[in-house]
């Protein structure tokens, strides 16, 4: 028996910030990004993208600035390059109660965090959203932020990763561990609101943290997060094997991307897990119209706004080289830097033209432009040659690209059966993977066997 079509997964891509992956869109008419200041704004798209039964809305962030093209932020401030940014987590209760579905992955740097008022602030929101939040797990890769935060420069790639190891397992103690599922007793008659032999302190002495203390908040719908991570060098593969639920991926071809793929799933069957403990997204940018020629049209307007030279200076800091000091058609050496591993070997040797083409529309997310059945098309030959479960989508002009997206893209994956036509209830977790909790096999679960058992009522 043929097993049914593989549904697609969507997350809208975005930030809170003016320009985020598209640079220089902010500066068409239609687009409100410069908005991105007012709650209204925010509850907007929060309303439209469960609307389209969205999966979720990704809001990436960043501690620093981009500030290694041409040796400062000129063009960064004056493009809006992710400057200025707002932090991503004061925007998800408002936006949770305006919805009921809508999952919402939030990036934080734990490299600057410290895992206990960090976990509880991951619990507050998970509590108040009734269990819609995720976790993109991130280390940081820009030295700005390094020294910003009183250090001379970031760790080395590889030890930033030894570090996140040992954060996720004291947060896994602090979110799965401390309290018991019982440990609430909320009993008005005997005046117990909660019993103390179910709360149990996590004593961790590690490498990196010294945590002595009792988690601050009562077990939530997950309790764990969501956790996302993005991450393709070799370290960062045998990261998500051990703790990413959603990892986020790009690649040039969907052949090139199945090996990714592949390595992932693998890494996941090493940590003891099954591959298809993760699901895996892939950045991709839409223009979408009624019609071939409309869709064409639209892209060539859309260019006119777009600015690619502020996307080599984003890229600039992505792989840690200032690509200003290079000729057009000279070939860049990256060497050995501290940035993002996996993007700065991908693209040594690659001159600044050829990145100036790549950046046409202000980034360099796989561009899609077509009629609703050839952009279904094509994302569906994404979903299944390169065994991926979705995208995330970014905004070009925003909300219209989303709106867009929902009027006539959504349509036609779902006269294809490729796309839920109702959202299930439950956690964010429960309506990927059909559980509330991380399951058995995963890491975090080693911390609930000795304080999960049952105990008398001690009220």
Same mark, same amino acid.
């Given at each position: 028996?043929? %097993?049914?079509?593989? /549904? #697609?997964? !969507? ?8 320009? &985020?992956?598209?640079? +220089? ?58 400057? %200025?940014?707002?932090? /991503? #987590?004061? !925007? ?8 009921? &579905?809508?999952?919402? +992955? ?354």
């Amino acid at each position: 028996m043929i %097993p049914p079509a593989k /549904p #697609l997964l !969507l997350n809208a891509f975005t930030m809170n910030c003016v320009g &985020h992956i598209n640079h +220089g869109m902010w500066t068409h008419p239609q687009d409100r990004s410069t908005e991105f200041n007012h709650l209204s704004y925010w509850l907007d798209l929060a309303r439209i993208l469960e609307k389209g039964l969205f999966d979720g809305m990704f809001i990436a962030d960043i501690l620093g600035v981009y500030d290694v093209y041409q040796q400062g932020i000129a063009l960064t401030a004056r493009e809006a390059i992710q400057l %200025p940014v707002n932090d /991503p #987590l004061m !925007l998800v209760s408002a936006m949770a109660s305006v919805t009921e &579905h809508l999952g919402f +992955g939030l990036t934080a740097n734990l490299s600057y965090e410290a895992p206990y008022p960090f976990a509880r602030r991951f619990s507050t929101l998970d509590h108040l959203t009734n269990g819609r939040v995720g976790w993109n797990i991130v280390t940081g890769y820009l030295d700005s932020a390094a020294r910003a935060m009183g250090q001379t420069q970031q760790l080395a790639h590889d030890r930033r990763y030894d570090q996140a190891d040992e954060f996720l397992d004291v947060s896994y103690q602090l979110w799965e561990g401390s309290w018991q599922d019982d440990a609430l007793v909320i009993d008005r008659q005997r005046r117990c609101y909660a019993d103390a032999s179910k709360i149990h302190p996590v004593n961790h002495h590690g490498e990196f943290y010294q945590v002595e203390g009792y988690h601050l908040s009562s077990p939530s719908p997950q309790r764990t997060p969501l956790l996302f991570q993005a991450g393709s060098s070799t370290r960062g593969v045998r990261f998500a094997g051990r703790h990413a639920e959603c990892v986020f991926v790009n690649g040039s071809t969907p052949q090139a991307l199945r090996e990714q793929v592949n390595k992932l799933r693998q890494a996941a069957r090493d940590a003891g897990r099954l591959p298809e403990d993760i699901k895996i997204f892939m950045g991709v940018s839409v223009i979408v119209a009624p019609s071939e020629k409309d869709a064409e049209e639209k892209y060539q307007a859309y260019r006119r706004y777009a600015s690619p030279e502020a996307g080599i200076a984003h890229f600039s800091s992505s792989i840690g080289v200032d690509l200003s000091q290079f000729g057009l058609d000279e070939p860049i050496q990256t060497g050995p830097t501290r940035a993002i591993e996996s993007v700065t070997q991908t693209y040594s040797g690659w001159t600044r033209r050829r990145l100036l083409e790549q950046h046409a529309m202000g980034g360099r997310y796989l561009l899609i432009v077509g009629s609703p059945s050839q952009v279904a098309d094509q994302l569906i030959k994404w979903l299944d040659e390169a065994d991926i479960d979705g995208f995330n989508l970014t905004r070009i002009v925003n909300p219209q690209s989303y709106i867009d997206f929902i009027d006539w893209v959504v349509p036609e994956l779902q006269q294809r059966g490729r796309y839920k036509t109702a959202y299930q209830p439950g956690t964010l977790r429960k309506k990927l993977f059909n559980h509330d909790r991380l399951p058995a096999r995963h890491r975090a679960a080693r911390w609930r066997a000795d304080t999960q058992t049952s105990v008398e009522d001690k009220c």
